[in-house]
């Protein structure tokens, strides 16, 4: 996203990992880590997508 303050511009990219409760995980920790590794691995392999925690996988570790 480009903004333009004065003669200012900012560019700003942000990063979210989505998880689904209760598929990735129980409790609030679960849910975190699983939306947590699905954004790094999303970015890891398609940089500016998006993807959601798969409800089998809720632990894969980020790189």
Do not use: F
Request: hydrophobic fraction near 30%; charge should be negative; glycine fraction near 6%.
């Amino acid at each position: 996203v480009g903004l333009m303050n004065d003669r200012t511009r900012l560019y700003l990219d942000i990063s979210i990992g989505l998880a689904d409760y209760p598929g990735c995980g129980t409790d609030v920790q679960e849910l975190i880590s699983a939306a947590d590794a699905a954004m790094y691995d999303e970015k890891k392999t398609r940089p500016r997508t998006s993807t959601t925690a798969p409800p089998e996988n809720p632990t894969s570790t980020p790189a």
